[in-house]
C-alpha cells in the first residue's frame, strides 16, 4: 500500500491492478453501513479536482460519483444516509489535505492520519450533539439486522421455501452482532482500503504511472501504533465499562487487522511469495482455522515491531 515512484516499480505497473482488486475486496468484505462507491468514490472525486482534468475520462468519473452521492436510495433519506456521505467527505478531505501538505508521506501513513481526522471530528460532533452517537449505532444495529433478515429470505427461497436451519440461523445472528459490536474498527479498515484504491484509481484515470501499490511485502506502519492495541487491551481486561469495554475491543480489533496483515508482510518477504500449491493451503487454513492463522500472523506483526524482521533479513543478506 505504499507510493513507488521508482522506474522498476513503473515497469511494474500492469501487475499492480491485481492489489487494487484485492483491496477492493477489503471494502466490500468491511462495508458496514457506507457504502463501497461513496466511500471510495468521494475520495476520488476529490483527488481528481485538486488534480485538475488531464483528459475527458476524470471528470466522467466525477460527475458519475456525484450522482452515486447525490442518489443511492430508494426512499427519503434517513439518518444512515447522510452519516455515510459525511464520513466519506471527512475522510477524503483529510486525505486531500494530507497529500497537498505532506506528499513524501507514506499511503498507509497518509490513510491513517486521515481516518484519524475524520475519527477526532465525528467524536466531535458526536460529544457536542448529545444523543447522536446513540442514535446512529441504533440505525447500523437496525440496518445489519435487516439485512441479515433479508439474507435469510433469500437463502430460504433459493433452498426452494424449506426454512432456514436453527443452527445456520444462529450463526447468522451471532455473527451479525459481532460485527454490530466491532463496525467502527470495520469502517476504519474499510476506510484504509478505499483510500488506498481511490489513490491507485486517481493515478489509472490521469495516466500518471508513478503512483502506485506497492507489494503486500512492503506493508508497514508507525511503530508506536503499537500502543492503540495495548491500551485497547487493557480497556477489554479491566472491564471499566460497557463503553470502554467497547472502546477497546474495537482498538483491539482494528489494530489486529493491521498487525495481521504486517504478518503476512513479513511471511511474504522470508518467503519470497506464495505458490499456487501455497495459495491453495492458505485458502484451506482460512476456511478450517481462520483465528488460529490469523492470530499467528498478528503476533508475527507485533513482533516485527521491535524486531524489524525484514530489516534484520536484509541485512544478513548483504
Do not use: C
Amino acid at each position: 500500500m505504499e507510493q513507488g515512484t521508482t522506474e522498476t516499480e513503473a515497469r511494474r505497473e500492469p501487475r499492480v491492478w491485481p492489489r487494487a482488486l484485492g483491496l477492493f475486496g477489503v471494502v466490500l468484505v468491511s462495508s458496514v453501513f457506507v457504502h463501497p462507491g461513496v466511500v471510495i468514490g468521494v475520495p476520488l472525486a476529490l483527488l481528481l479536482a485538486a488534480r485538475g482534468f488531464g483528459n475527458l475520462v476524470a471528470p466522467t468519473v466525477v460527475a458519475r460519483v456525484i450522482l452515486i452521492v447525490a442518489g443511492g436510495r430508494d426512499g427519503p433519506a434517513d439518518g444512515l444516509w447522510y452519516a455515510e456521505r459525511a464520513w466519506a467527505v471527512l475522510l477524503g478531505g483529510w486525505f486531500l489535505a494530507l497529500t497537498l501538505i505532506a506528499p513524501a508521506w507514506r499511503l498507509t501513513s497518509r490513510a491513517l492520519a486521515a481516518a484519524a481526522g475524520a475519527a477526532a471530528v465525528a467524536a466531535g460532533v458526536f460529544a457536542v450533539r448529545a444523543g447522536s452517537w446513540m442514535a446512529l449505532d441504533g440505525a447500523v444495529t437496525r440496518s445489519m439486522r435487516a439485512e441479515i433478515e433479508t439474507t435469510m429470505d433469500a437463502l430460504s427461497i433459493i433452498g426452494g421455501g424449506e426454512a432456514i436451519s436453527a443452527e445456520m440461523l444462529q450463526t447468522a445472528q451471532a455473527v451479525a452482532e459481532a460485527q454490530i459490536s466491532v463496525f467502527p474498527a470495520l469502517l476504519a479498515i474499510e476506510s484504509l482500503a478505499a483510500l488506498a484504491v481511490a489513490w491507485w484509481a486517481r493515478a489509472r484515470l490521469l495516466g500518471e504511472r508513478g503512483p502506485g501499490l506497492a507489494p503486500l511485502r512492503d506493508f508497514r506502519f508507525n511503530d508506536h501504533l503499537v500502543w492503540v492495541l495495548v491500551v485497547g487491551l487493557v480497556l477489554v481486561v479491566t472491564q471499566s465499562g460497557a463503553a470502554l469495554a467497547r472502546v477497546g475491543s474495537n482498538a483491539v480489533f482494528f489494530m489486529g487487522a493491521l498487525y495481521a496483515l504486517r504478518g503476512a508482510a513479513v511471511y511474504l518477504f522470508v518467503s519470497g511469495g506464495l505458490s499456487i500449491f501455497g495459495s491453495v493451503i492458505l485458502v484451506i487454513l482460512m476456511t478450517l482455522v481462520p483465528s488460529v492463522l490469523l492470530g499467528t500472523a498478528a503476533l508475527i506483526g507485533i513482533g516485527d515491531t521491535w524486531l524489524d524482521l525484514r530489516a534484520r533479513i536484509a541485512e544478513k543478506a548483504v
